[in-house]
């Protein structure tokens, strides 16, 4: 009886294939957890600041809309769970920014 062996190019020559990370899109609710603020999947949108757009790791991280419960609306990018780059914020008295947002903070 003979045996064949079979062995795939990749197997003789380690080949590195790039890792490619899926982004996930949903839904986040920023609210306090034993006295804890984080970003949860379940929370009360009249309570809750309410996070809809690119998650990664659990967090906000990419293109978002961020609205707060009395009314404030944030459209723009975030980065590790902060507004960071370009955005716009709508408060509900009609103000308006737009622009470039660091780490949280209008710039």
């Known amino acids: 009886m ?3 062996l079979l062995i795939s190019l990749a197997q003789l ?3 590195p294939i790039p890792f490619v990370h899926a982004e996930e ?3 986040l609710f920023r609210r306090k ?4 603020l984080g ?8 309570k809750n600041e309410k996070y ?7 967090k906000p991280n990419g293109k978002g809309t961020l609205t707060h419960p009395n009314g404030g609306i944030y459209v723009g990018a975030f980065k590790d769970r902060l507004t960071n780059g370009l955005g716009t914020l709508n ?3 009609g103000k308006k920014y737009d622009g470039e947002w660091k780490k949280g903070i209008k710039d």
């Not at 970003?39 to 009249?46: M, T």
């Not at 809809?52 to 659990?58: H, Q």
């Open 91 to 93: 408060l509900p008295d």
């Open 25 to 27: 899109t949903g839904v």
């Open 33 to 36: 957890v034993y006295g804890k």
């Open 13 to 15: 020559f380690f080949v």
């Open 2 to 4: 003979k045996h064949f």
């Open 52 to 58: 809809l757009g690119n998650i990664e790791n659990g």
């Open 39 to 46: 970003w949860y999947p379940e929370g009360d949108e009249k």
